[in-house]
């Protein structure tokens, strides 16, 4: 049986290597990862699916601003290799996009497969007056509004806009700890 549920920090140094294992060691070059870096990732919305205590899945959405307009930057999303296929992303997506919702947020936007991605409703005219804080292939750089009318003027380049990690909280050392 597999849970969706928070992220704990405990989690992060198993999140870390699927993420790795996944996504390869080019992942922190992308320009998705400088709106991530040194930030919290909002508030309920780091998930993790959990098998047997093992971390098979994780998604985190994480505070962005748009030409001043507040969005959710959505990623990574990853699944175990050997459980990819079976909807496990799909059902991470779906919670993720439904905690969204419930919390009032208003848009979220990733760079993705449009193929995966447009399944959800996400889609590149959202961000046709956006631009990421680096290269982003347009075909890939989607959004949705679970309001309408969230991105309604946005534009620009995105910034990062969520908490920053405090300097006193070292995750590694508290994962190791926990």
Not at 59 to 81: D, M, N, Q, T
Not at 142 to 159: F, H, K, P, T
Request: aromatic share 4%; charged share 25%; hydrophobic share 45%.
């Amino acid at each position: 049986m597999i849970t969706i549920r928070d992220e704990a920090v405990a989690d992060i140094p198993a999140r870390e290597a699927l993420l790795d294992r996944c996504l390869g060691e080019r992942r922190s070059a992308k320009s998705s990862e400088r709106l991530r870096e040194g930030r919290l990732p909002a508030q309920g919305l780091a998930l993790t699916a959990e098998r047997d205590g093992a971390v098979v899945g994780t998604v985190r959405l994480w505070h962005v601003e748009a030409g001043g307009r507040p969005a959710l930057l959505l990623g990574p999303l990853a699944v175990s290799p050997e459980l990819q296929g079976e909807g496990l992303g799909r059902a991470m997506m779906r919670e993720a996009l439904w905690r969204a919702a419930c919390r009032g947020h208003g848009a979220v936007i990733l760079v993705g497969d449009a193929a995966y991605y447009e399944r959800f409703g996400f889609s590149p005219e959202l961000t046709r007056d956006l631009a990421m804080p680096g290269p982003v292939e347009r075909a890939r750089f989607l959004a949705i509004e679970l309001r309408d009318g969230a991105l309604s003027g946005a534009n620009g380049v995105l910034v990062a806009s969520g908490a920053p990690i405090p300097a006193a909280l070292d995750l590694a050392e508290m994962a190791q700890a926990a």
